[in-house]
């Protein structure tokens, strides 16, 4: 009997404090973003799917068509290709393809480029109705970029 | 169990066979349970798996070692730097690469924040599986700080890929450091807070205390590990039982219950968390300056004829990976033991018998994340 009633006691305890904890919170400052309406400041170290950098004193990409990429990436969603031109030292790249639907972004392809001409891309609101919504075109983007 | 043939057809007759999931509010993902109820008690328990198998083990078969790296942490989501940390562990072991101290205080601090933050989404969600809807709310707001602190170094959020044979990808900066001191002091102040709100709570008592009871012959039986094992009382981490990179040089706990109920498995796991904390401490410590990736790595790592075996401590439990390399650089077989499917199996006969709403409390504290069960 008397262990029901101390059970009953330190219960009811037990939810006040629980309450004193919620309403403790009532009163500090809102933690979520109204996404859409507002957004956070993405870090950019942030990891989006791969894209090739425009250099400032080319203004082009520096890809080489050497093709490492292609071959060390564990889920063959990169395609390359290149074709021999007048005047031009090596392969001249015409195709760079990404699938996006089988990367896994684990960053093999950026870290063996020998002229560090790929990096992260900064997007991640990605929402599309197709599967060829995700095969980006990177040549394209990167010629189409300021 | 003392019954005869005549109440056993009669008990049989009122058996009903209930389907919880394969997607079901208290099921973390896809996985199905087949009870056979007798009003409200759960007398058979049947786990039915494979609805998110993915080949991970076959798909090892069919590309050089390194190239798996980011398949370990598609197998438990919630523990990808831990599962990354034991693929490049076993390589290490096996390849014979020496790793810089910085890249393995860096792979220790980062771990830890990942098991801090499996058990933050554990508490949240397992609380939230019991009723309670508020604690998840604290639980994330926590778990967001690690997210972002592990974002601006690794570039991921959820499935990491930051480890590499011989090092980690990316060192860390300043910014990491002065965060994560101050996430620490953070949760340090919140854990009170949590104490208030959950752990003293009378509901939560009375739906944990003495319910999914194991013992260590049980688990032993099971093989089950991690948390639930050291409920029972027995101080097994891998950690400590098997030392890998630099854990020995830490001074820390491996927190036990003796019950060995949902309660116990709940407490290890709370105070496992400020064990966490301390490892990252003594961690930024001792951060030595250096390289954050060993001098020379293969590029096609060709792994010496034979067996190999690489154990690690997961947030479920224990993490093995046994390799069996035939001289190549493409793994002969990749076995994967997930801490995981061995903690399910011990649910036929830990709930046989109980109530409904005990069965959820019991499968609730086995924290399964169901794609590192199917892989």
């Known amino acids: ?57 080319t203004g082009t990409h520096k890809c080489i068509t050497c093709g490492s990429c292609m071959r060390d990436c564990p889920s063959d969603c990169i395609v390359v290709d290149g074709e021999k031109r007048e005047g031009v030292k090596g392969k001249a790249l015409t195709v760079f393809t990404l699938d996006f639907t089988k990367c896994s972004l684990c960053g093999a392809c950026v870290e063996v480029c020998p002229t560090k001409a790929l990096d992260y891309s900064n997007e991640y609101e990605l929402a599309g109705y197709a599967r060829e919504d995700f095969h980006y075109d990177l040549l394209k983007r990167v010629e189409e970029r300021e | 169990m003392a019954m005869d043939v005549e109440t056993l057809e009669d008990s049989r007759h009122h058996r009903y066979v209930l389907n919880m999931g394969p997607q079901h509010p208290s099921t973390h993902g896809v996985l199905r349970i087949l009870l056979e109820l007798e009003g409200e008690y759960a007398m058979e328990l049947l786990p039915v798996l494979g609805y998110g198998h993915r080949c991970h083990e076959k798909i090892a078969e069919h590309k050089p070692v390194k190239s798996f790296m980011p398949n370990t942490a598609r197998m438990d989501y919630l523990g990808a730097l831990i599962y990354n940390h034991g693929y490049a562990h076993l390589l290490e072991k096996a390849a014979g690469v020496e ?88 949760l340090r102040s919140r854990f009170p807070m949590y104490e208030d709100l959950v752990n003293g709570n009378i509901i939560l008592q009375k739906r944990l205390n003495d319910v999914g009871e194991l013992t260590p012959q049980l688990c032993a039986r099971y093989g089950v590990t991690g948390p639930l094992l050291r409920g029972t009382g027995v101080d097994y981490d891998m950690r400590r039982a098997e030392p890998y990179s630099i854990y020995p040089q830490f001074d820390f706990e491996i927190p036990t219950e003796t019950k060995g ?72 077989r990749l076995k994967v033991r997930t801490p995981s499917y061995s903690n399910l199996s011990v649910v036929p006969e830990m709930c046989q018998g109980m109530l409904l709403s005990d069965v959820v409390s019991a499968m609730g504290a086995l924290d399964l994340v169901i794609p590192e069960i199917d892989r």
Request: hydrophobic share 40%.
């Open chain 1, 1 to 57: 009997m008397k262990s029901y009633f101390s059970e009953l006691f330190t219960g009811a305890w037990s939810l006040i404090l629980g309450l004193k904890v919620t309403i403790k919170a009532l009163f500090t400052p809102i933690v979520t973003c109204q996404y859409p309406r507002e957004k956070l400041e993405i870090t950019p170290n942030y990891r989006g799917h791969i894209d090739l950098v425009k250099f400032a004193d």
């Open chain 2, 99 to 186: 790793v810089p101290e910085r890249a393995e205080y860096i792979r220790v601090i980062t771990s830890e924040l990942n098991r801090i933050q499996s058990h933050l989404l554990w508490y949240g969600a397992y609380l939230l599986d019991l009723g309670a809807f508020t604690p998840i709310m604290y639980a994330f707001d926590d778990r967001e700080h690690i997210l972002d602190i592990l974002e601006d170094v690794t570039g991921s959020r959820l499935t990491y890929c930051y480890f590499r044979v011989g090092g980690v990808s990316k060192d860390i900066d300043d910014k990491f450091v002065t965060s994560t001191r101050a996430f620490i002091k953070r």
């Open chain 2, 261 to 332: 109920d949902c309660m116990a498995s709940f407490l290890v796991r709370f105070r496992e968390m400020e064990q966490s904390l301390r490892i990252i401490e003594q961690a930024l410590d001792g951060l030595p300056e250096g390289p954050v990736m060993a001098a020379k790595v293969p590029k096609k790592l060709k792994i010496p004829a034979g067996d190999y075996n690489a154990s690690v401590e997961a947030p479920r439990g224990e993490l093995s990976y046994y390799l069996v390399s035939d001289g190549s650089d493409v793994p002969y």
